[in-house]
């Protein structure tokens, strides 16, 4: 899949997520990482992808998948 720009990087980003592509250990048990560290992930992938994209954008984008991410992880307890 060609990811064209920041949206459509945050979307694929979440439906990974969803169907539980990230995914890390915590006290033996496997878990959905936070919506904090997908936001990293967001953030890493963006400057890589996008190398000319303002910094101010890339951060709004990585707050609102932290954001969405962090509502499915309540959803789900």
């Not at 060609?2 to 439906?15: A, G, R």
């Not at 969803?18 to 560290?37: A, H, K, P």
Request: proline share 1%; net charge negative.
């Amino acid at each position: 899949m060609k990811i064209n720009n920041l949206e459509e990087l945050s979307s694929h980003l979440m439906d990974n997520w969803i169907v539980g592509n990230y995914s890390g250990g915590f006290n033996g048990e496997e878990c959905l990482l936070s919506g904090r560290q997908m936001a990293e992930i967001f953030i890493n992938e963006a400057r890589k992808k996008f190398p000319g994209e303002e910094e101010a954008e890339i951060m709004y984008m990585a707050d609102h998948l932290e954001e969405a991410i962090d509502e499915g992880i309540a959803n789900l307890q």
